[in-house]
């Protein structure tokens, strides 16, 4: 079985990409280059550092806790997994809005209050897991709030994937293969740029994808902003999403 790289030679490769020197990452972080080094060597990145890495490198804090196959703290998970319910059913309203629509939809999500965490979020297991590229990515839409079925409703709303919510925890136990052509719609998803999530995944891409739609754009922002929304406020903007695509098919 050939060893997969570690997560520091993905970070190396990462810095390598965005011209970035150890010394300039431990000066933005406020760590030491020894500690990036060390790192980039192979250690366990800390909590800490990978908290401070996103903003740095443009990624969400719990996506690198992913990569680095560390358990994401509860702080960065979703508020709560029984809203997976409504997170499908208000992105499939929501890019079918007109773009000010869509918009106006992700301020409206961004000044709900934030909510009490009442519980400690656990995704589905990943079985048999193994790690690597395919539960990687899965695990970063489940951390989205996203169940199998969730992942299907969402990929084939904004992407040409349609594939039946069970391959997509067989894209996570690692009994599907991560396409490049799949990858590309993961990341569209995401909201990460594809040619660095299949650097970062080893995945390669045999030519440049092009952008992802304005619809597909939205969708990654919506599917962020909304892990942090309770149950009632989740319920709440489906059915204000429903009622805004209503009145825009209907005018």
Request: charged share 20%.
């Amino acid at each position: 079985m050939v060893e997969r790289p570690g997560f520091g030679t993905r970070l190396a490769w990462l810095l390598d990409h965005r011209k970035l020197a150890a010394h300039e990452v431990a000066d933005r972080t406020d760590s030491t280059t020894e500690e990036i080094r060390a790192v980039l060597a192979g250690k366990s990145p800390g909590a800490v550092l990978l908290r401070r890495l996103g903003p740095i490198l443009g990624f969400h804090a719990a996506d690198l806790f992913i990569l680095a196959d560390l358990a994401v703290p509860d702080d960065l998970a979703p508020l709560d997994a029984t809203t997976a319910r409504w997170t499908a059913s208000t992105l499939t309203d929501a890019v079918r809005l007109p773009p000010a629509e869509r918009h106006r939809l992700l301020q409206l999500i961004r000044s709900l209050p934030q909510q009490h965490r009442r519980s400690t979020f656990t995704p589905r297991p990943l079985l048999p897991f193994a790690g690597g590229p395919g539960s990687w990515v899965v695990r970063m839409l489940q951390y989205r709030n996203l169940n199998w079925m969730g992942m299907a409703r969402a990929l084939a709303s904004v992407t040409p994937t349609y594939l039946s919510a069970a391959t997509y925890g067989a894209i996570g136990s690692g009994r599907k293969e991560l396409t490049p052509h799949l990858l590309t719609d993961f990341a569209a998803v995401l909201g990460i740029d594809a040619c660095e999530l299949a650097g970062l995944t080893g995945v390669l891409l045999r030519e440049l994808p092009p952008p992802p739609s304005p619809e597909a754009t939205d969708a990654a922002a919506l599917l962020w902003e909304a892990r942090r929304l309770s149950p009632v406020q989740a319920l709440r903007v489906s059915e204000l999403t429903r009622s805004m695509r209503e009145d825009s098919h209907g005018g």
